[in-house]
């Protein structure tokens, strides 16, 4: 079959990736559906994946992708047959539930990311526990895909750790990245007050003609002064980040009193320099953030098969081009999605 493949760790990732037309084919195990894809989107995930991650033991060479959707062609033992013939989106989140101890009632979720565990949708066709897909009917796959991943992120973000309300101001830094754009689109249809950041004044354009409320230019000094003018100096009651260590600083001192900062990565590093005096003086709560459930997953598609929110679209390439994807988010030249096509007739982008 046809798949992306990463050849081996390095940085920059792009000159390991090649396109074939020679991996195996997988099959589906029990429980399991072979889904043949119709079109799959990057995440920064896969370049942590092409770079190597640490503890992630990956065999060589891997294809990456946890955002896909197409149709089902197969099904495992134990999968009910009807599922053949239907299109679906794919949560990529799979909750394997463990035992802290043998012999105890505790026990917490375990996440595995079909795209970083195991292989993903990069491919013309990949596998994944029918229990993490959702039947999405006539929605088109390139929307789809382009939502799945960063809306859900988002959502749990917003309003699962969040608790986002309407008219509150939400600080979303790093506008133009996945999961950025999908947390503003999601605080726009809630109600909140958006203000974003880039070091792109383009982006940033782009933002305000998205609807965002506030955008100011990150020239790498502090703007958190900026920030606190925008809201009559008391500051925002949230902030949406997956920037990290570089701005973490100036997030903090954008809260208000009671203000709620939530992460759910960091592309410019983990190792962030907190004010512990900043946090405890005026009851800041930090929160972490990771993927999301089914539940919540069926939650935010909603909103996409309602035409309430919809993901932004950078550049949509055939498959045959598909490691120029993975180029253009390594350089940070993208806003929005980047969405491989895997059919005959790819759109062209």
Same mark, same amino acid.
């Given at each position: 079959m046809r798949a992306l493949e990463i050849e081996r760790a390095g940085t920059p990732v792009l000159p390991n990736v090649r396109f074939t037309r020679d991996r195996a084919e997988p099959t589906p195990a029990a429980g399991e559906a072979l889904v043949r894809t119709e079109a799959s989107a990057l995440n920064h995930l896969d370049l942590w994946v092409g770079r190597g991650l640490p503890g992630?033991?990956?065999?060589?060479?891997?294809?990456?992708?946890?955002?896909?959707?197409?149709?089902?062609?197969?099904?495992g033992a134990g999968v009910d047959p009807s599922w053949?013939?239907?299109?679906?989106?794919?949560?990529?989140?799979?909750?394997?539930?463990?035992?802290?101890?043998?012999?105890?009632?505790?026990?917490?979720?375990?996440?595995?990311m079909i795209g970083e565990h195991r292989?993903?949708?990069?491919?013309?066709?990949?596998?994944? *526990?029918?229990?993490?897909? &959702?039947?999405? +009917?006539?929605?088109?796959? $390139?929307?789809? %895909? !382009?939502? /799945?991943?960063?809306?859900?992120?988002?959502?749990?973000?917003?309003?699962?750790?969040?608790?986002?309300? *309407?008219?509150?101001?939400? &600080?979303?830094? +790093?506008?133009?990245?996945? $999961?950025?754009? %999908? !947390?503003? /689109?999601?605080?726009?249809w809630l109600g909140c007050v958006t203000i974003v950041s880039s070091r792109?004044?383009?982006?940033?354009?782009?933002?305000?003609?998205? +609807?965002a409320d506030h955008a100011i230019l990150d020239t790498g000094t502090d703007w958190s002064k900026e920030v606190r003018s925008l809201t009559n100096r008391r500051g925002v009651e949230l902030c949406i980040d997956s920037v990290g260590a570089a701005i973490h600083p100036q997030c903090l001192r954008c809260l208000c009193r009671g203000g709620r900062f939530v992460t759910c990565g960091a592309t410019s590093g983990g190792d962030a320099v907190t004010d512990?005096?900043?946090?405890?003086?005026?009851?800041?709560?930090?929160?972490?953030?990771?993927?999301?459930?089914?539940?919540?997953?069926?939650a935010v598609v909603a909103l996409l098969r309602a035409g309430a929110v919809r993901p932004v679209i950078d550049q949509v390439s055939p498959a045959e081009r598909g490691a120029t994807a993975f180029g253009r988010l390594e350089r940070g030249d993208h806003f929005g999605k980047v969405v491989v096509d895997w059919r005959a007739s790819g759109r062209r982008g």
């Open positions: 992630v033991k990956t065999s060589w060479p891997f294809v990456s992708g946890s955002d896909g959707a197409g149709i089902v062609a197969a099904v053949v013939g239907r299109r679906v989106l794919l949560n990529a989140a799979v909750q394997r539930r463990h035992d802290e101890r043998p012999d105890s009632i505790a026990a917490g979720e375990q996440i595995e292989p993903g949708t990069l491919a013309e066709l990949f596998t994944a *526990p029918v229990s993490n897909l &959702l039947d999405i +009917g006539d929605l088109d796959p $390139v929307e789809a %895909a !382009a939502f /799945g991943l960063t809306h859900l992120t988002a959502w749990r973000m917003l309003i699962t750790r969040g608790n986002a309300k *309407p008219g509150e101001f939400v &600080l979303i830094p +790093g506008i133009g990245g996945g $999961v950025a754009l %999908a !947390a503003h /689109g999601i605080a726009k792109s004044a383009g982006k940033l354009a782009r933002a305000k003609e998205l +609807g512990l005096t900043r946090v405890f003086w005026n009851q800041l709560s930090i929160l972490g953030s990771t993927m999301g459930s089914m539940s919540e997953f069926r």
